[in-house]
């Protein structure tokens, strides 16, 4: 089973500030998502990045592929209080041809 | 609306006692899974069907089934529940078994 591992698990900050999630693992991912899970509700997706290097960004949010497609990280401008949540990646591929889920980041945003 | 739903959204149940939680798309998907979601564990996936009458385990089926008779359902049953199976419960559904997947709800249940 591949393991996908988010850090930090739990951030707390002030609304404007900047901050970056990391998901690692071990093995090679062919693709990997990003969702947000609010209060009370399943995951959405966020962003898909498929070519090791790709960068996408969403608004305040860019998604970087890590050259060798083992990691990935979320950064986030500004953050605001509508930005509280779960983080969550997913990688597809890696060996098993499954999705697999990293282990999340919880988001707080205060004002 | 394209949409996933589960049925119940919550549930408490004492051990032992049979039970099953719906769930349901209309987006003629083909792909559908069951995670459960733990503290500190994120979703792990207990079963999914690639198609109608296809399916396998995923990486942590034991205590669980599943049947998937019609592409639009896609129940999870718990024979014999246990107190170890209190989570927060996601059916998910995608076209494909790599693509975007859509999640309902969520069930949260409690087994005492």
């Known amino acids: 089973t591949q393991l996908l591992e988010q850090s930090p698990q739990f951030l707390s900050i002030q609304e404007g500030e900047n901050l970056t999630v990391y998901c690692n693992s071990s093995s090679v991912f062919s693709s990997l998502q990003w969702y947000r899970q609010e209060p009370g509700e399943g995951p959405v997706l966020l962003v898909t990045?498929?070519?090791?290097?790709e960068v996408k960004k969403l608004k305040r949010l860019t998604f970087q592929f890590g050259d060798a497609r083992k990691d990935s990280s979320l950064h986030i401008t500004a953050a605001q209080p509508g930005d509280t949540g779960l983080y969550l990646c997913?990688?597809?591929?890696?060996?098993?041809?499954?999705?697999?889920f990293g282990t999340g980041t919880q988001l707080k945003v205060e004002l | 609306e394209a949409q996933v739903t589960q049925n119940p959204r919550y549930l408490i149940t004492v051990t032992g006692k049979k039970l099953t939680v719906t769930c349901s798309q209309n987006m003629n998907h083909e792909y559908m899974s069951w995670y459960r979601q733990d503290p500190g564990l994120g979703l792990r996936q207990i079963y999914y069907?690639?198609?109608?009458?296809?399916?396998d385990k995923g990486d942590v089926p034991e205590g669980y089934k599943v049947s998937r008779k019609e592409k639009r359902n896609f129940p999870l049953i718990l024979e014999s529940p246990s107190p170890n199976q209190t989570s927060l419960y996601f059916c998910?559904?995608?076209?494909?078994?790599?693509?975007?997947?859509?999640f309902g709800p969520g069930t949260r249940l409690t087994v005492l």
């Open positions: 069907s690639m198609n109608v009458e296809v399916t």
């Open positions: 997913a990688g597809t591929g890696g060996g098993g041809n499954k999705l697999t």
């Open positions: 990045v498929v070519t090791g290097g």
């Open positions: 998910a559904s995608s076209f494909r078994r790599h693509n975007e997947q859509f």
